[in-house]
């Protein structure tokens, strides 16, 4: 599969971001049956878990110091993930990545996910 990330760029403090995340590469039951999420990771750094959406998207975990900031949603019509970014901070800045989780029809923990995007670079400045 592939999935293609966009959205990134360079921000202020207190603004707002939209990441955008196709799976080009699946067919849409390989997509729609897949909880999906993003990472996100700074230099030097290992991937963190920054939010995850179940296979319709009732049910959303978060990172403990995001929830309230970034929202993460799904439309499975169009194999789109989407991470809204509000009340940016310097912290923020990283690559964001795009994944599924590695098996479908479950909603898995933090460890369970690959098929990694690109990624796309956020930069926070205050």
């Known amino acids: 599969g592939q999935l293609v990330e966009s959205g990134g760029g360079s921000g202020q403090a207190g603004g707002s971001l939209r990441l955008s995340c196709v799976g080009s590469?699946?067919?849409?039951?390989?997509?729609?049956?897949?909880?999906m999420a993003w990472f996100r990771q700074t230099p030097g750094e290992g991937r963190v878990g920054v939010a995850r959406?179940?296979?319709?998207?009732?049910?959303?975990n978060y990172a403990d110091d995001l929830k309230g900031r970034f929202t993460i949603s799904r439309d499975n019509a169009k194999k789109t993930l989407y991470l809204q970014m509000n009340g940016l901070k310097p912290e923020d800045t990283a690559k964001y990545y795009c994944?599924?989780?590695?098996?479908?029809?479950?909603?898995?923990?933090?460890?369970?996910?690959?098929?990694w995007g690109q990624g796309t670079q956020v930069t926070v400045s205050s």
């Open positions: 994944t599924r989780s590695l098996r479908g029809y479950v909603y898995p923990g933090w460890d369970d996910f690959g098929d």
């Open positions: 590469g699946y067919g849409y039951a390989n997509y729609a049956n897949y909880a």
């Open positions: 959406i179940s296979l319709v998207g009732r049910a959303q």
